[in-house]
């Protein structure tokens, strides 16, 4: 199934994954990544919404984060918190991934 042929979702979903591999390869910031993946959680049309708050779930524990950072003006927080981070976003890779596999 190439571009053109994904629905809608699905390439909200890969719009997710390249976000998720940018902030990886240090294109993008943290907060870019927590704001632009919740922006594309909550435009998903097809999704179920049982399936969109397991999305926004994980998504919490990062904004938490993010949240926590600029409350205390402190940047440092992200990186101390970069295990709990790396965990997040590996559970929802793994979670796009798992519904791209499904679509097709």
Not at 5 to 10: A, G, K, L, Q, T
Not at 30 to 42: K, P, Q
Request: aromatic content about 6%; charged content about 30%.
């Amino acid at each position: 199934m190439n571009n053109e042929d994904d629905s809608y979702d699905v390439r909200q979903y890969k719009r997710m994954l390249y976000l998720i591999s940018s902030y990886e390869s240090v294109e993008i910031s943290f907060t870019r990544l927590v704001n632009d993946i919740e922006a594309l959680i909550l435009s998903l049309e097809e999704t179920t919404q049982d399936k969109k708050n397991e999305l926004l779930s994980i998504w919490g524990g990062l904004e938490e984060i993010l949240a926590i950072s600029i409350d205390r003006g402190n940047r440092e927080f992200v990186d101390i918190n970069k295990i709990e981070i790396n965990k997040l976003i590996s559970h929802l890779k793994n979670q796009i991934m798992s519904r791209i596999a499904h679509a097709k």
